[in-house]
């Protein structure tokens, strides 16, 4: 789900500030995978490390990173709150997956 924010929303923010639209904390790769997992009807397993690596090959490195994210200084600094469903809720919609008409997007 996009960041839906108005630009006068960062014209209350400190210049070269970084700010965090999350609306959670701390979600594990491993639930994104198992909501994935369910909605196409795949199975999904744990890997060794070795087995990540030649899993995911490039992208192994990121799988395996714990990069936690907080929109507390952000929510506190600009009076921003989440409104749009977290990532979980989000990708566990029943239409997320659905497959789009050739031709078309989600945007349009």
């Excluded at 995978?33 to 070795?50: C, F, H, M, Q």
């Excluded at 992208?59 to 009076?79: N, R």
């Amino acid at each position: 789900m996009p960041l839906i924010c108005s630009g006068s929303l960062f014209e209350k923010g400190a210049a070269r500030a970084c700010y965090h639209g999350v609306a959670e904390e701390g979600v594990a790769f491993r639930q994104i995978a198992e909501v994935i997992g369910r909605r196409l009807n795949v199975p999904v397993i744990s890997k060794t490390p070795d087995e990540a690596a030649h899993h995911f090959t490039w992208f192994a490195h990121f799988a395996a990173i714990d990069v936690p994210a907080s929109s507390k200084e952000t929510q506190q600094g600009l009076g921003w709150r989440p409104t749009q469903p977290g990532l979980i809720a989000d990708l566990d919609r029943p239409n997320y997956f659905e497959a789009l008409p050739k031709g078309a997007s989600r945007t349009s």
